[in-house]
């Protein structure tokens, strides 16, 4: 989800170039509610290479297969850009039909991605993923751009509502994530929530699978003051995001979310670096952990004799958390350009 968030950038500038240009976006069926929030995305094709691979054994699996292509072939378009340099996402672009255009074979993701595009750039790797795509875009058509300026592009008119009655102000903890070794312990959550509801926010907890919606509940805990979502959908949470006081969140797509909203945000980083792959927006704060295996980039914690784990995470405390909230919150009023830094 954050490298669908971190691509509308790259759309923004070539929209600022060239105020006509349009885009369709392909992308995994999971996300596909996210670009159609840019104002210069005309249409979104769902793909979902995965489920299909399991089904198309079926005939049902294989008459949606061939639906897609069907409608993905139709238009010829004057290019067709991977702004990610996978495998997969290598395969996408020559199902379309068009000129592509690519990261040359140093700079893509995967080595090979790149055997699938007539037109090759070379994108120097250590860069954020964010910035890696704003500037294939600009070299694929030809524009320069502001690269301390971000915008994301998002009408806020396409997100859709949810009619839930939310105590205001409130504060939306985002809490899941895929990887274990990027969990930050629940106990550290609950005395969290605990300083937020004293100094008067209403929490609210969203949730994507049943292990992270029992998560949300232990971490609420039958407070009044504490809402655990109901399931809803990726730009139902992101409306929802969108009217909160804040959000304290970890290196995830919907943390991603509120700092393309601008909501002020305190993202938590231990096992990812935040200058590969951190949010990116006004009113964002970032705090990493200075542990020594830090940035380790593993799904889950294997830090020898370990007895807290995930072992980054230890140091960075609640309190911690809420002192860079609290900054967040006043530098978004104005009030303030400190930048907090733990002990």
């Known amino acids: 989800m ?11 500038d070539a929209a600022q170039a060239n105020s006509s240009i349009r885009f369709d976006w392909a992308v995994d069926e999971s996300f596909a509610q996210i670009p159609a929030w840019h104002h210069h995305v005309d249409q979104v094709f769902p793909i979902a290479l995965r489920r299909w691979r399991g089904d198309l054994a079926s005939q049902t699996g294989r008459a949606e297969a061939r639906a897609f292509l069907k409608t993905f072939r139709t238009q010829k378009y004057d290019l067709i850009v991977d702004l990610q340099g996978e495998f997969k996402s290598a395969f996408v672009a020559r199902l379309a ?11 893509a993701r995967e080595w090979g991605a790149h055997l699938s595009y007539g037109q090759k750039y070379n994108v120097p790797k250590g860069a954020h993923s964010m910035s890696r795509m704003r500037r294939l875009l600009s070299q694929a058509l030809s524009y320069e751009y502001d690269e301390t300026s971000v915008d994301y592009g998002i009408e806020r008119s396409r997100l859709l509502p949810v009619s839930l009655q939310l ?7 985002i809490h899941s994530t895929s990887w274990i070794s990027k969990n930050w312990p629940e106990h550290y959550w609950r005395e969290l929530a605990q300083k937020l509801t004293v100094a008067g926010f209403s929490i609210v907890l969203p949730w994507g699978s049943e292990a992270e919606r029992e998560r949300s509940s232990r971490i609420a805990q039958d407070d009044t003051n504490s809402l655990v979502l109901p399931q809803l959908s990726i730009s139902e949470k992101a409306s929802i995001i969108a009217g909160a006081a804040a959000t304290v969140g970890l290196d995830t797509g919907l943390s991603h979310i509120a700092a393309a909203l601008g909501v002020p945000s305190v993202t938590l980083y231990g096992a990812t670096d935040p200058n590969l792959c951190g949010t990116i927006g006004e009113n964002q704060m970032q705090l990493a952990s200075g542990f020594e295996c830090v940035k380790c980039h593993e799904t889950e914690c294997t830090f020898a004799g370990a007895t807290f784990k995930p072992a980054c995470f230890e140091e960075i405390h609640p309190e911690h958390v809420w002192k860079q909230l609290q900054l967040a919150m006043a530098n978004a009023r104005g009030k303030s350009k400190e930048v907090y830094q733990p002990a």
Do not use: E, F, I, K
Request: aromatic residues 6%.
């Open 167 to 173: 105590n205001r102000p409130y504060v939306v903890m």
């Open 97 to 107: 039909r068009g000129m592509r255009a690519g990261y040359d074979g140093a700079s």
């Open 2 to 12: 954050g490298d669908v968030v971190h691509t509308m950038p790259a759309l923004s």
